[in-house]
């Protein structure tokens, strides 16, 4: 699945050709995504030119004068430029045709085997796009500048759940999903059975940095190589061959050398050393 790395190597991937281009006329496949625009959406972005190419937790918003545009790659989407006339594929279900600011015809085509992708229109008469409903409720972004330890420890006040679980559900900070938060625990050497609320300020302090530092190794690396992820130039990316315990059950600890243990949480796995993390 896309996590936060993955979402933004591809918004890097489509900012530079999408920036300033102007828009021309968007496509959907017959079989519906998880979420489908709105009707006026054709008519209203159209000779519309792109401003910001951003993100928000795993939502890509591509704004111009008249609104957004927001893409989710739900479970298994992946986001690439095509020629002008290259028919759509059986699991292609959006395309965005445009001209770029050099002058180039081409498309934004979103690939979904999986159908849990979605793309939404949001008029800017409906308001700011952080007040829509998707993305009001989402937990501070990791690299926002005022997102500090004190703001992670006092978020973990009421937290009786164990460290991991609190990360996955994305309320006290987004982006750090099944991988990244068993390699960033690992990284500020905590067990992710801990509870929250007993992780001192020095130790969120840790936490904080850890999570930064594995996100932004993932962006640097090109997001991780899961099956269903490209770059928006169809090369996949490679971070997965970094990892310190995640899918490493069984493996020495690359740190001490002590065997990686794996446990259930919440259905999900989570991979650890017992050495480094207490
Ligand atoms: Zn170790």
């Not at 281009?21 to 008519?43: C, D, E, G, H, I």
């Not at 028919?87 to 979103?110: E, I, N, Q």
């Not at 990316?237 to 490493?248: D, L």
């Amino acid at each position: 699945m896309p996590e936060l790395p993955e979402v933004e190597v591809t918004r890097r991937g489509l900012e530079p050709t999408l920036l300033g281009a102007q828009l021309l006329q968007v496509q959907f496949s017959n079989k519906s995504l998880r979420w489908s625009a709105l009707p006026q959406f054709a008519t209203e972005i159209r000779q519309q030119r792109v401003i910001s190419v951003s993100r928000r937790g795993k939502y890509l918003l591509i704004e111009t004068a008249a609104g957004w545009i927001l893409l989710h790659l739900g479970m298994s989407g992946s986001l690439r430029f095509v020629a002008e006339h290259e028919a759509l594929g059986p699991w292609d279900h959006f395309d965005l045709k445009f001209c770029s600011s050099a002058g180039t015809v081409s498309r934004l085509r979103l690939n979904d085997p999986r159908r849990f992708g979605a793309v939404l229109w949001h008029p800017r008469l409906h308001g700011p796009i952080l007040q829509h409903p998707l993305l009001a409720g989402l937990g501070p972004e990791p690299f926002e500048p005022d997102f500090s330890a004190e703001r992670l420890y006092h978020s973990l006040r009421s937290k009786t759940a164990a460290i991991k679980q609190v990360l996955l559900a994305g309320q006290v900070v987004v982006g750090v999903g099944n991988i990244y938060a068993s390699e960033s625990l690992f990284r500020a050497g905590i067990r992710p059975q801990t509870p929250a609320q007993r992780l001192s300020l020095a130790r969120c302090n840790k936490l904080l940095e850890a999570i930064r530092q594995t996100l932004l190794a993932a962006i640097e690396q090109g997001g991780s190589s899961l099956r269903d992820f490209y770059h928006t130039n169809g090369q996949s990316g490679y971070f997965q061959q970094q990892y310190f315990v995640y899918g490493r059950v069984g493996a020495s600890c690359r740190v001490c050398g002590t065997t990686i243990r794996q446990l259930k949480q919440g259905q999900r796995s989570t991979f650890y050393c017992p050495n480094c993390q207490r």
